[in-house]
């Protein structure tokens, strides 16, 4: 697609072999029609059925980087972005969302993604009663158990917790001058990324119930009682 004008067509035909080839139709606007061959391409010549996909001149500088990716296997590309949109939908419509959390333990940061819906937040003192502990607890959409934990060993639990209390955002005193007044000096972003974060996934709960405290332990079997979509008639 490199050299590809504004007011120029591109057809693009994708085979299952991942190869594509491209054929530019000039044209007084510009979109590109994408044939995705989605059944074995079958050698003694038969019609194959495809798609069309029409993308607007703003989305034309994507398929050209997708093309810089894929190179050569443009339709595979293509095919595993479909279903990574299909898992999402599906799992968005039962209830579940994109969850990203903050993972160190191994010494450096690292995001993690997953689908899942958080059944529980939970705030509590470390061991030595000195520092605080933030658990998050997610139902995930492979029908397992995340426990993602925050160590914040010298935040006394005493000054709020911490993600609300450190957050401009919640500060009550709206997104303008006042608050950039008072967040002057002080990054949250930097602020989000300190402690010691862990994250545990186990198959069923009880796997789970030796690694939390009782109380936590009821708070999520209380969850679990409740409907993964609540209906209201209002």
């Known amino acids: 697609m490199n050299g590809m004008k504004v007011g120029q067509r ?8 991942g190869r594509a080839v491209i054929f530019p139709l000039p044209l007084t606007y510009a979109y590109i029609y994408v044939y995705l061959f989605l059944w074995p391409v079958i050698s003694k010549g038969s019609d194959l059925p495809n798609k069309t996909i029409y993308v607007s001149d703003d989305d034309l500088p994507l398929f050209e980087r997708v093309q810089e990716l ?19 939908e599906e799992a968005r419509q039962k209830g579940f969302d994109e969850i990203t959390v903050i993972v160190n333990s191994e010494g450096a940061h690292r995001r993690k993604r997953f689908l899942g819906q958080r059944l529980v937040r939970w705030v509590q003192f470390t ?3 000195k520092g605080t502990i933030i658990i998050n ?3 995930t959409a492979g029908k397992r158990y995340a426990l993602h934990t925050r160590v914040l060993p010298e935040w006394d639990i005493a000054w709020g917790d911490p993600e609300i209390t450190m957050d401009p955002k919640k500060w009550g005193v709206g997104s ?12 949250y972003e930097q602020f989000k990324e300190s402690g010691d974060y862990t994250l545990q996934v186990f198959e069923t709960l009880d796997e ?9 332990f009821t708070a999520i079997t209380q969850a ?6 609540e209906e209201l008639d209002i």
């Open 10 to 17: 591109q057809r693009v035909h994708l085979v299952t072999d």
């Open 70 to 88: 894929a190179g050569a296997n443009l339709s595979a590309a293509i095919v595993r972005a479909l279903r990574r949109y299909i898992e999402f």
């Open 127 to 129: 061991p030595n009663g």
């Open 137 to 139: 607890v997610y139902r």
């Open 176 to 187: 303008g001058l006042l608050q950039k007044i008072m967040a002057w000096g002080f990054d």
């Open 208 to 216: 789970m119930k030796g690694h939390v405290s009782k109380d936590l």
């Open 224 to 229: 679990m009682e409740g409907p993964e979509i």
